[in-house]
T-cell receptor, first 114, second 111 residues
Framework: AQSVTQPDIHITVSEGASLELRCNYS??????LFWYVQSPGQGLQLLLK??????LVQGIKGFEAEFKRSQSSFNLRKPSVHWSDAAEYFC????????????FGKGTTLSVSS | DVKVTQSSRYLVKRTGEKVFLECVQD?????MFWYRQDPGLGLRLIYF???????EKGDIPEGYSVSREKKERFSLILESASTNQTSMYLC??????????FGPGTRLTVT
């Protein structure tokens, strides 16, 4: 069965420091991978996606993620975190070829300290 | 921009009430979804619909039903609300390529 694991429930980084949020997936075929962000009280916003091709994908708000098939990972990175990046981040994988559902990880909450 | 709207941001209902959560999207998307979000559990799929009058159960359909009479509107129905259905409910839609657009969510409290 497909699954997504986000090993870190909560991460705190200092403003201006770099960030890496981990995501591991389990999926038999070539996965479609996503990162979403959810600010407090809001819905989810797509940060970036990977379907195929270049394994390093760029997203909005200065985020990037790298697909590593050998490690079944799709980690999210940002070189310099801003206080406004404090939010909950969800990794997701496309569950089937028909494209009708996503499977989400349980999320990582990011706190930014000054 | 794609817009997905949900009828209420906050809702308080009593146990046993019938509850309707409405979701509307303005981008002519075929696929629409209802998730519930609970702390530590992430997002769990309740139901989805890939066309008008079509519906499929997700991972946790028990206690819920849905209605899709028009392409732009997807309703989630709690036939008899219970306290364990207190949660954040998120609606999403997409046309192709899995990229789902989410509404702002409805925080439902059942007392």
């Amino acid at each position: 069965a497909q699954s997504v694991t986000q090993p870190d429930i909560h991460i705190t980084v200092s403003e201006g420091a770099s960030l890496e949020l981990r995501c591991n997936y389990s999926y038999g075929a070539t996965p479609y991978l996503f990162w979403y962000v959810q600010s407090p009280g809001q819905g989810l916003q797509l940060l970036l996606k990977y379907f195929s091709g270049d394994t390093l994908v760029q997203g909005i708000k200065g985020f990037e993620a790298e697909f590593k098939r050998s490690q079944s990972s799709f980690n999210l990175r940002k070189p310099s975190v801003h206080w406004s990046d404090a939010a909950e981040y969800f990794c997701a994988v496309g569950a089937n070829q028909a494209g009708t559902a996503l499977i989400f990880g349980k999320g990582t909450t990011l706190s930014v300290s000054s | 921009d794609v817009k997905v709207t949900q009828s209420s941001r906050y809702l308080v209902k009593r146990t046993g009430e019938k509850v309707f959560l409405e979701c509307v999207q303005d981008m002519d998307h075929e696929n629409m979804f209802w998730y519930r979000q609970d702390p530590g559990l992430g997002l769990r799929l309740i139901y989805f619909s890939y066309d008008v009058k079509m519906k499929e159960k997700g991972d946790i359909p028990e206690g819920y039903s849905v209605s899709r009479e028009k392409k732009e509107r997807f309703s989630l129905i709690l036939e008899s609300a219970s306290t364990n259905q207190t949660s954040m409910y998120l609606c999403a839609s997409f046309r192709t390529s899995y990229e789902q657009y989410f509404g702002p969510g409805t925080r439902l409290t059942v007392t």
